[in-house]
């Protein structure tokens, strides 16, 4: 798990996070890279989460390409043949 910062913002900063907005208690942080939301309203877990996702996706991809690989080398080929 990263942990991200709390950094204050002000309410019309580009990356106010909307739930802070909509609390509209005076207090604004921006969100976290690669969420909606700022660590207090779950941003850092979001962020976390797409972290790990893209990190299986990426896994994954390797996988398929090595399978790919796999069928179609030549001895592959000639152990069926
Ligand atoms: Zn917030």
Redesign the pocket.
């Known amino acids: 798990m990263t942990r991200y910062p709390l950094v204050h913002c002000d309410f019309d900063d580009e990356d106010c996070?909307?739930?802070?907005r909509e609390?509209n208690n005076g207090t604004?942080?921006k969100?976290v890279e690669g969420s909606e939301?700022?660590p207090?309203?779950g941003?850092a877990k979001q962020a976390n989460k797409r972290k790990v996702e893209a990190a299986n996706q990426y896994r994954l991809s390797v996988w398929q390409h090595r399978l790919n690989e796999f069928a179609e080398s030549d001895s592959i080929k000639s152990l069926r043949a």
């Open positions: 996070c909307s739930v802070c609390k604004y942080y969100v939301f700022c207090r309203h941003g």
